[in-house]
C-alpha cells in the first residue's frame, strides 16, 4: 500500500514538473496561434476591398507576415515563394503576359471604364468598357453582349477610344442633282445646323461642295457636337435634310437604270 502510494506521489510530482517546464512554452505557442488567426482575419477583411492585383500581393504579404512571426526564416520563405513564382510561369506563360498587359493598362491608362472603344485588330469588337481586371476586360456591346478580350492581346493592339474628348465632329455628306440650286441647297443645310439644339455653331461650322460626282453634287457639312449626342444628332439631321430637300425641291438622285427596247422588224 505505501509502494502504491509512493508511486502515485511520484507520478504526480512528474506531472507537476512535466507543466512548470512546458506550460509557458505551450502558452507562448497558443498565444502566437491566437494572434496569427487574429492577423489572418483582420488582413483578410481589409484585403477584400482591394482590387484583384493588390489582394493578390497582400495575401503574399499575410502569409509571409504569419510565417515569420512561427519563426520561419525569411531567406527560407524568399527561396519557396521564387520557385514557385518560376514554376507558375512557365506553366502559364500566356497568363502572364495578360498580367503584363494588365499592368500596362492600368499604369497608361489608354481607356477607363464606361468609354467606348474600338479594337482595330478585332472585327467587330467594340463596345462600353464594364470592367478593367488584371488578366481580362469587359466590353458591353451596343446589343448588351458581354466581349472579354484578353489584356495581353488588347495591350497590343491599337485602339480607338471613341468617348476620350467631350466633343465630337460630325459629318454628313448628301448628293444632290445637278439641275438643283447648289447655293439654295448650301443654305437649307446652314439653316438646319444653326437651328440645332445640339450643334455648336461657333466651333468651325461648315456647309461645302464635296465633290461632282458622276450623277449627283455631293453636298457636305461637318459641325462640333457633344460626344453623347453624337449620334441622335447624326440620325436626327439626316431626317431633316431629306424632310427640307422635299419641301424645297431639291432632288436627292439615286441609281436608275434604263433599259431601251429596240423593236424588231
Same mark, same amino acid.
Given at each position: 500500500?505505501?509502494?502504491?502510494?509512493?508511486?502515485?506521489?511520484?507520478?504526480?510530482?512528474?506531472?507537476?514538473?512535466?507543466?512548470?517546464?512546458?506550460?509557458?512554452?505551450?502558452?507562448?505557442?497558443?498565444?502566437?496561434?491566437?494572434?496569427?488567426?487574429?492577423?489572418?482575419?483582420?488582413?483578410?477583411?481589409?484585403?477584400?476591398?482591394?482590387?484583384?492585383?493588390?489582394?493578390?500581393?497582400?495575401?503574399?504579404?499575410?502569409?509571409?507576415?504569419?510565417?515569420?512571426?512561427?519563426?520561419?526564416?525569411?531567406?527560407?520563405?524568399?527561396?519557396?515563394?521564387?520557385?514557385?513564382?518560376?514554376?507558375?510561369?512557365?506553366?502559364?506563360?500566356?497568363?502572364?503576359?495578360?498580367?503584363?498587359?494588365?499592368?500596362?493598362?492600368?499604369?497608361?491608362?489608354?481607356?477607363?471604364?464606361?468609354?467606348?472603344?474600338?479594337?482595330?485588330?478585332?472585327?467587330?469588337?467594340?463596345?462600353?468598357?464594364?470592367? =478593367? #481586371? @488584371?488578366? !481580362?476586360?469587359? $466590353?458591353?456591346?451596343?446589343?448588351? /453582349?458581354? &466581349?472579354?478580350?484578353?489584356?495581353?492581346?488588347?495591350?497590343?493592339?491599337?485602339?480607338?477610344?471613341?468617348?476620350?474628348?467631350?466633343?465630337?465632329?460630325?459629318?454628313?455628306?448628301?448628293?444632290?442633282?445637278?439641275?438643283?440650286?447648289?447655293?439654295?441647297?448650301?443654305?437649307?443645310?446652314?439653316?438646319?445646323?444653326?437651328?440645332?439644339?445640339?450643334?455648336?455653331?461657333?466651333?468651325?461650322?461648315?456647309?461645302?461642295?464635296?465633290?461632282?460626282?458622276?450623277?449627283?453634287?455631293?453636298?457636305?457639312?461637318?459641325?462640333?457636337?457633344?460626344?453623347?449626342?453624337?449620334?441622335?444628332?447624326?440620325?436626327?439631321?439626316?431626317?431633316?435634310?431629306?424632310?427640307?430637300?422635299?419641301?424645297?425641291? =431639291? #432632288? @436627292?438622285? !439615286?441609281?436608275? $437604270?434604263?433599259?431601251?427596247?429596240? /423593236?424588231? &422588224?
Amino acid at each position: 500500500m505505501e509502494q502504491e502510494i509512493q508511486e502515485a506521489k511520484s507520478l504526480y510530482y512528474s506531472y507537476k514538473q512535466y507543466f512548470s517546464d512546458y506550460l509557458p512554452a505551450l502558452t507562448k505557442l497558443g498565444l502566437k496561434v491566437v494572434m496569427a488567426l487574429l492577423v489572418f482575419v483582420g488582413g483578410r477583411k481589409v484585403i477584400q476591398f482591394t482590387g484583384s492585383l493588390l489582394r493578390i500581393v497582400l495575401y503574399i504579404l499575410l502569409v509571409f507576415s504569419i510565417a515569420t512571426h512561427f519563426g520561419v526564416k525569411e531567406s527560407s520563405i524568399a527561396a519557396l515563394l521564387g520557385t514557385a513564382g518560376v514554376t507558375v510561369g512557365l506553366a502559364l506563360q500566356g497568363g502572364l503576359a495578360n498580367i503584363a498587359g494588365g499592368i500596362m493598362l492600368l499604369i497608361f491608362k489608354p481607356f477607363q471604364v464606361g468609354d467606348y472603344i474600338i479594337i482595330a485588330q478585332q472585327n467587330g469588337c467594340e463596345g462600353t468598357v464594364y470592367k =478593367i #481586371e @488584371i488578366c !481580362y476586360t469587359t $466590353l458591353i456591346s451596343i446589343d448588351n /453582349k458581354h &466581349i472579354v478580350i484578353p489584356n495581353g492581346t488588347l495591350s497590343g493592339s491599337i485602339i480607338t477610344n471613341v468617348t476620350a474628348r467631350d466633343l465630337r465632329k460630325l459629318e454628313i455628306k448628301v448628293g444632290i442633282s445637278y439641275d438643283s440650286d447648289i447655293k439654295k441647297a448650301k443654305a437649307i443645310l446652314e439653316e438646319i445646323l444653326h437651328n440645332d439644339e445640339d450643334t455648336k455653331d461657333d466651333q468651325g461650322m461648315v456647309v461645302f461642295v464635296d465633290e461632282l460626282g458622276e450623277s449627283a453634287v455631293v453636298m457636305g457639312l461637318r459641325v462640333w457636337v457633344a460626344t453623347e449626342k453624337y449620334w441622335p444628332a447624326r440620325w436626327r439631321l439626316n431626317e431633316l435634310i431629306k424632310e427640307a430637300f422635299d419641301a424645297n425641291g =431639291i #432632288e @436627292i438622285p !439615286y441609281n436608275q $437604270l434604263q433599259v431601251h427596247v429596240k /423593236k424588231q &422588224i
